[in-house]
């Protein structure tokens, strides 16, 4: 019998957000930027500003916060280029690759918590980047329809409880 002691040795984990869907989402936010802040001139500093602050929180320290404040930067950066007139076609795009921005930021940092930034997360982060892409498509289009619907003289208001029906069912048929 022998009495061999066995030694053990400790693993550091890295904790920091994932690289591929930090960089998803800083390339998001560029385009949610680059899709409003030049229609209007205040825009300019929330949108720049709010990639700044967003790629701040995955690529220096993992900060929820400031995750979720630069995609807030971006969205003021919308709404403000809504207020000077932008299409609407600009604006949906611009708000869903702001959206996208926040969900990939933040699935980049509970990853990282979770199981580490240097365990194999590719393929968990293309599938959840593809399928937070195609949602965002489908809600741009949507909500295209419904401008487009909306804009033909139609009560505002009609359209707009219409389509929160809409929601209601579906939510009703999936449980």
């Known amino acids: 019998m022998s009495t061999e002691t066995e030694e053990f040795s400790t693993v550091t984990v890295d904790h920091s957000p994932t690289r591929l869907s930090s960089i998803a989402a800083v390339v998001a936010a560029v385009v949610a930027a680059v899709t409003s802040a030049p229609f209007a001139l205040y825009a300019i500093p929330l949108g720049f500003g709010g990639i700044a602050v967003l790629a701040s929180g995955l690529f220096m320290g993992s900060s929820r916060l400031r995750v979720t404040m ?8 919308v709404l403000i280029a809504g207020l000077f007139g932008t299409g609407p076609e600009i604006l949906l795009v611009s708000a869903a690759a702001t959206i996208l921005a926040w969900n ?3 699935n980049a940092i509970s990853l990282g918590e979770q199981i580490g930034s240097s365990s194999r997360t590719r393929r968990n982060e293309i599938i959840h980047a593809s399928a937070a892409t195609i949602v965002a498509m489908v809600a741009t289009g949507v909500g295209y329809g419904v401008y487009l619907v909306g804009s033909d003289g139609r009560p505002m208001a009609a359209i707009g409880m ?6 209601f069912l579906i939510w009703a ?3």
């Open 70 to 77: 630069g995609a807030a930067g971006l969205f003021l950066s």
């Open 104 to 106: 990939f930021g933040q």
């Open 162 to 167: 219409l389509s929160l029906a809409l929601v």
């Open 173 to 175: 048929i999936r449980t």
